[in-house]
């Protein structure tokens, strides 16, 4: 709870420095409040036994652990946008402010304990990226973008919210507990209109986290907006979003599973095929990624689809780790891209003899996406397979492999451009903030992979 | 307000419930199959708007007021919604000279 205040004390600061010129302070004051508000959250575990403000909140520990994830992984990205937003505009206070924004409708949604607080966050982080999407005013591709996601953002909200009435139709309450109550005081017959809404809003959530048949905006909006903000919306957006989804139907449609989970099962299916497959044949490294990002949408709903003890602690290994490993990949590929221009394969020919610690970070983000062990990414994919053995859901789990084994064709791609493929090519100078990040996410991705005893046993 | 809520209850629960689904629908075709950005837009208003009436006539039945405030959180933040989508219209506008959602096929499969 501190820690949202902290955050949108914090955004509000911010934009006040911007107002009075101090555009070195930006950075630092945005950076330490971050760190502030990380150090509130984590002394809050343990200790969020009862919802708060009437019920709004529950600041358990489901809620820390994600808060203290996106908080982490926006102080990386926060670091990244040195020198990067100056590019874009003059008014670089804003941007901090509405990424901070972003934050706080995070923070609300990963510990919701009402409907309409869901409503709420999903509403403040939705606008905030809307307008983050579209900061570069005169480029067409971040015009394109904003608008696709404005529009289909929107349109995912009406299901959500379509869906939430039916509930509340049903259950005469938007409160998780109570609907939860109402599931289980029915075992034979609830209200029709209950499963309607079930629908919905696996529908509209879906929608949010880029699921197959609904991820069509996802690679336009993701390879059109800046790359930063890319980093952002597939990262700390993505896990919120999962965050959600799971503390939805953990908390209140668990005993109705038989219902909701052959459809999400398919739409798991589906999503790691569609994913994985449009990735192999992706010729630009940004639109390679958002593919990918698909794809790991697909392993991520697997913990819905296996709901069990152990679902928040496998979503949250494998957000870590997703997100650790796109944030190296998308920081390296922004400064490729400001040396050669393009986003392509071929602009990382070379870069192993050049850059040798560069073709090495990249080299530890993509083993990590690809699962192979040593790395986060292999922990997570473990996680996430097991929790789905343990539902016995044997064929899931066989293409699922599949769809692993496919996947690290498009990310080996990579690491034999960089390593094997020769051009003539300076050497990409980084500042100390790119350095520092790029080193800290390899070190922890390789540390998580070896020791995964560290998060492994958080709930 | 026990008036209103008479007044409401005239009406059986079940037509509130067809009306709301058949206006949502409406506002759902409308996005699929309309190319203005600014008919989209209202389109996807309309469905706000069914939720809103269905969540009022749900909270008049149930004799409960979070459903009606509900329906405020959802006014406020689809005005805060149109604040920025209409900016968004503004600049597409300003790049492209038109607000047809077909000219903007510059990301490709």
């Keep these: 709870m501190n820690s949202l205040i902290v955050v949108s004390i914090l955004a509000l600061v911010v934009l006040y420095l911007g107002l009075f010129k101090a555009k070195n302070a930006l950075l630092p004051v945005s950076v330490l409040g971050l760190v502030a508000a990380l150090v509130l959250a984590v002394c809050e575990w343990n200790s969020g036994a009862a919802p708060i403000f009437s019920g709004m909140m529950h600041f358990d520990n ?68 809307y307008i983050l999407a579209g900061i570069k005013k005169r480029d067409f591709a971040s015009n394109e973008a904003s608008l696709k996601y404005f529009l289909m953002g929107a349109f995912s909200t009406g299901f959500l919210l379509f869906g939430i009435a039916l509930l509340y139709g049903a259950s005469h309450s938007f409160d998780l507990s109570v609907i939860a109550k109402y599931v289980t005081d ?35 909006v993701y390879e059109g907006s800046p790359t930063l903000i890319t980093t952002f919306m597939a990262t700390v957006v993505k896990t919120a979003g999962f965050a959600a989804f799971l503390r939805l139907f953990s ?138 053995l343990q539902e016995y859901h044997i064929w899931l789990v066989v293409l699922a492999i599949i769809n692993a084994i496919i996947s690290i064709f498009y990310y080996f791609r990579v690491i034999v451009a960089m390593y094997f493929k020769d051009a003539e090519r300076k050497e990409l100078v980084s500042n100390g903030y790119f350095k520092l990040v790029l080193g800290a996410s390899a070190i922890i991705t390789v540390v998580l992979g070896v020791y995964p005893s560290l998060i492994t046993d958080l709930f | 307000m026990d008036n209103i809520t008479a007044t409401i209850q005239v009406v059986p629960l079940n037509h509130y419930i067809l009306l709301s689904a058949i206006i949502f629908t409406i506002g759902v ?19 706000l708007n069914a939720v809103n009436l269905l969540l009022t006539a749900f909270s008049a039945y149930s004799g409960d007021a979070s459903g009606q405030v509900f329906v405020f959180f959802i006014m406020a933040l689809a005005a805060a919604e149109v604040a920025v989508g209409l900016a968004i219209i503004v600049m597409v506008y300003r790049n492209t000279n038109s607000i047809d959602i077909n000219v903007l096929n510059r990301l490709k499969w």
């Design chain 1, 62 to 129: 489901f809620a820390v652990a994600f808060t203290s994830l996106t908080v982490v992984s926006t102080i990386l990205i926060l670091l990244l946008s040195k020198q990067y937003f100056e590019k874009i505009s003059e008014n670089v206070a804003e941007y901090y402010t509405i990424i901070l924004f972003a934050l706080a409708g995070i923070i609300i949604m990963v510990s919701y304990h009402n409907l309409s607080m869901l409503f709420v966050g999903l509403e403040i982080m939705s606008v905030s990226l």
């Design chain 1, 186 to 220: 029915h075992p034979e017959g609830l209200n029709p209109i209950f499963y309607a809404g079930i629908v919905l809003i696996m529908v509209g959530m879906c929608f949010k986290v880029g699921a197959a048949p609904f991820h069509f905006w996802v690679p336009d």
């Design chain 1, 251 to 388: 908390i209140c449609f668990a005993p109705l599973s038989d219902f909701w989970m052959p459809t999400l099962l398919a739409i798991t299916i589906i999503t790691l095929f569609i994913g994985n497959i449009t990735a192999l044949f992706q010729d630009n490294f940004k639109r390679m990624l958002t593919y990918s990002s698909v794809s790991h949408a697909g392993y991520m709903l697997f913990a819905i689809v296996a709901l069990g003890a152990t679902s928040s602690n496998a979503i949250f290994v494998y957000t870590a780790a997703y997100s650790l490993a796109s944030i190296i990949a998308f920081a390296v590929l922004i400064l490729v891209k400001e040396q050669t221009g393009s986003e392509n394969f071929d602009s990382f020919n070379g870069l192993g003899k050049k850059n040798p610690f560069l073709a090495l970070v990249v080299t530890v983000s993509m083993l990590s996406f690809a699962g192979i062990p040593l790395t986060a990414g292999f922990i997570g994919k473990f996680f996430m397979f097991s929790s789905a």
């Design chain 2, 29 to 47: 075709i409308g996005v699929l199959i309309r190319r203005n950005a600014i008919i989209i837009f209202m389109s996807v208003e309309l469905m």
